[in-house]
């Protein structure tokens, strides 16, 4: 139960949640977090209102909350140094703790030298190829997804799709894609799609559906590696649209030219990236 914006006095030594947040320097939001999570259980809770008393002993663990945070120490190893207090299981958290933000700092390093390389070799970032593709008729696979799942989304989509032409006999009309929004949500209306010859019946019970995608112009950019360095590519696209043409709102496109379908070797996927332009 949330605490009131005015709570009682608490019992005498005792601190009630904004007072202890003011003194521990952690917000009251924080504290109901670290509550729920067994982190920073208060002194007492009040069992009709839900109003968290902290006894001001408690400062202490709640200033080593406060400075592990502040290192990014996640909450399981907070938990673990709290419940240990044993100085060599602190150090043992703190230095593997030290390794991951190390190769954190190395993969940033890494990506500035690389864009740092791009400037130094812009042939390794080409100009986009304007064209005009014809309209397509494609089955298709919707979901609602954010990020972290495209790949998960797109193997289900992908395997649901191959696996209903192969049921009907239909052979694939060119390489699979997907449709993305043309702005970035926290959940995204994604179209996984296989291009096909002609339009068929499809049962509305089934979890696929024919599409037709419209002719349009579009910049086309080959994205050439692993899909976790994508962005760097869409970085490359979005600038020169912004620069050279008058983009559509529109969905972006991307065409798996090589793909985890065609290679292991991530460093071989060929994506063909195609934002649609005004005609």
Request: hydrophobic share 40%; proline share 9%; aromatic share 8%.
């Amino acid at each position: 139960m949330a605490d009131a914006d005015i709570t009682p006095p608490p019992p005498p030594e005792r601190m009630s949640i904004g007072m202890f947040s003011r003194a521990s320097l952690l917000s009251v939001k924080a504290l109901r977090n670290y509550h729920e999570a067994g982190l920073l259980v208060p002194a007492l809770v009040d069992p009709d209102t839900g109003y968290r008393i902290y006894d001001p002993g408690q400062l202490v663990e709640a200033a080593t909350i406060y400075k592990l945070r502040s290192l990014d120490l996640p909450l399981q190893d907070i938990n673990e140094v709290l419940t240990a207090r044993d100085p060599d299981i602190t150090g043992k958290v703190l230095g593997e703790h030290a390794i991951r933000m190390q190769a954190r700092l190395d993969e940033v390093m890494r990506i500035v030298s690389d864009l740092h390389d791009a400037t130094e070799a812009p042939t390794r970032h080409t100009p986009p190829r304007i064209e005009t593709i014809d309209h397509q008729h494609v089955l298709a696979f919707d979901g609602n997804v954010d990020q972290a799942q495209y790949a998960s989304f797109l193997d289900q989509a992908f395997t649901t799709l191959y696996f209903e032409l192969e049921h009907r006999r239909i052979a694939p009309h060119g390489a699979g894609g997907a449709l993305y929004p043309e702005r970035v949500d926290e959940s995204e209306a994604v179209v996984a799609f296989v291009p096909v010859a002609e339009p068929f019946d499809v049962p509305a019970s089934a979890p696929v559906r024919i599409a037709e995608l419209p002719a349009c112009r579009v910049a086309t950019h080959a994205h050439h590696g692993s899909y976790d360095t994508i962005h760097e590519a869409y970085t490359h696209l979005g600038r020169w649209v912004a620069l050279n043409e008058q983009p559509a709102e529109r969905p972006v496109r991307e065409h798996y030219l090589v793909s985890v379908n065609d290679t292991d070797d991530p460093d071989r996927y060929i994506t063909n990236i195609q934002w649609e332009l005004q005609p």
